[in-house]
């Protein structure tokens, strides 16, 4: 290579000394000089006079495989596509725009009106999202979610719950389901009393106040076991939402609504006591005593047990 470096400095410095092209000369040996300086960066003898590849623009090409071939048709019936492309002769396929709906059979009786229809969905079911007590449980012991809600007199609302994560999104309510591990045996978990159970296997490890929408029986038990309560209060529409964002309703909450009454299919319900109502005249008893600093007049813890064996 050393040679052909002297061969071509040689030539361009003969034509440096004509006035013809005297500037391409000239830079094309300042070139020259460059390269001569040039040293590969491979330390190996079979290979260090070989001069590394430069990267330019030209180089650059797609992955093989990330660019797709045109398809070519009507280029004659060697191609396999030619004259009619690959679209038969005449028929609506046939033709541009000739696509058929989904579940178009030709014009009979498609299979989607052939079969009869099963059941039906209510047109005014409002599913609320269930909540275990094992996973509020998990969340309050991850530090997740606070004992002392944001509620009244510190109770754990709807809106504790969605922040915390325990539920994702609510649009009906919420329903609190026991779960599957304290089923039937947390009577022998509640004989302990409340806190942290070693094998965690029956009842609550905290005493929580919630209010939800609903409530299963199985849950109220666990609850109040533990040393809780269970509210179970009706929001509509616009009172979740007041609930879980006041701040769309002004700062200081002057623009909140009023709350709404459940409607009369649903007030039998929030009037039982049984059902931990918020209705029932021992649950706004039991609010107005406490709102009055006045405990331990009225066993209501007495008056659950008689209405859970009910």
Not at 122 to 148: D, F
Not at 208 to 230: H, N
Not at 268 to 292: H, I
Request: some cysteine; overall charge positive; glycine content about 10%.
């Amino acid at each position: 290579m050393q040679n052909m470096l002297s061969t071509t400095r040689s030539l361009l410095t003969s034509s440096l000394n004509s006035s013809l092209n005297s500037s391409l000369s000239r830079n094309s040996l300042s070139s020259l000089s460059l390269l001569s300086n040039f040293r590969p960066l491979s330390t190996n003898s079979a290979t260090s006079s070989a001069l590394a590849p430069a990267l330019s623009l030209n180089d650059l090409t797609y992955m093989p495989g990330s660019q797709k071939q045109k398809r070519r048709v009507g280029r004659g019936v060697g191609s396999g596509r030619g004259k009619t492309c690959g679209r038969g002769h005449k028929g609506r396929r046939a033709r541009s725009g000739g696509t058929v709906k989904l579940g178009f059979e030709g014009g009979q009786t498609p299979f989607w009106r052939r079969v009869p229809k099963r059941g039906f969905t209510p047109p005014n079911q409002k599913p609320l999202e269930t909540v275990s007590l094992n996973k509020i449980e998990t969340h309050v012991a991850m530090g997740r979610l606070s004992q002392t809600g944001s509620g009244e007199d510190g109770r754990i609302t709807m809106k504790d719950l969605l922040d915390s994560g325990v539920v994702t999104k609510i649009k009906h309510g919420v329903k609190l389901v026991a779960s599957d591990r304290i089923g039937p045996h947390y009577k022998r978990r509640a004989l302990a009393g409340p806190g942290p159970s070693p094998s965690r296997g029956y009842g609550l490890a905290y005493p929580l106040d919630l209010e939800v929408t609903r409530a299963s029986r199985q849950a109220i038990e666990a609850v109040e076991a533990a040393g809780g309560r269970v509210t179970a209060a009706h929001y509509n529409r616009l009172g979740l939402r007041a609930l879980l964002k006041p701040d769309k309703f002004g700062d200081d909450g002057a623009l909140l609504p009023r709350r709404a009454r459940p409607p009369p299919k649903m007030r039998e319900y929030y009037t039982r006591f049984e059902n931990r109502g918020y209705l029932s005249v021992e649950a706004q008893l039991e609010a107005q005593l406490r709102r009055l600093g006045v405990e331990g007049a009225v066993d209501f813890d007495a008056m659950r047990r008689e209405s859970t064996k009910e």
